[in-house]
């Protein structure tokens, strides 16, 4: 909850974030690099910055079922 938190945060602020989850596998390289103690738990790193909205990759968008396709209400 804390890293959705964030990456919400980030956007709110006009920012971008991307989980790194990757990371988790490399925790101990991770350590080594960054003097972490190996007493804490590694499980992912999130990258930030500025996106660029112009970039191509950043223009992909994929179709999307319509929400009454992928969810039911009980009211």
Not at 38 to 52: E, M, N, R
């Amino acid at each position: 909850m804390y890293a959705q938190t964030l990456l919400l945060s980030l956007t709110a602020h006009g920012l971008g974030g991307i989980p790194q989850t990757m990371l988790g596998f490399y925790a101990g390289t991770i350590r080594e690099a960054l003097g972490i103690d190996p007493s804490l738990k590694l499980l992912f790193g999130i990258s930030l910055g500025y996106p660029d909205r112009d970039h191509p990759a950043n223009q992909y968008r994929i179709n999307k079922a319509p929400l009454e396709e992928s969810v039911t209400f009980h009211l």
